[in-house]
């Protein structure tokens, strides 16, 4: 069950849009230790391409997203 994804540290991107919850995410990552993972709920649709777009781009791994009701959660790992 994703609810059970132990993480490190989470963000809150609710009612953001592009390109803050991208930005609050990578703030929240710089803080983190490698292989630490960091959880990230937002609500703008876009987010979707951002944050795998990120993820390819930066190195760090997303290796899970959930999208249920308007809301999107990732968990990243940071590498």
Known sequence: ???EIKCDAEVDASGLTCPLPLLKAKLALN???AG?????????????R???????????DLFNETAQAG????WLRKR
């Open 1 to 3: 069950m994703v609810d």
């Open 31 to 33: 803080g983190l230790d």
């Open 36 to 48: 630490a993972v960091l959880k990230v709920v937002a609500t703008d649709a876009g987010s979707q």
């Open 50 to 60: 951002d944050f795998r777009t990120f993820a390819k781009l930066s190195g760090n």
């Open 71 to 74: 809301t999107y959660t990732y």
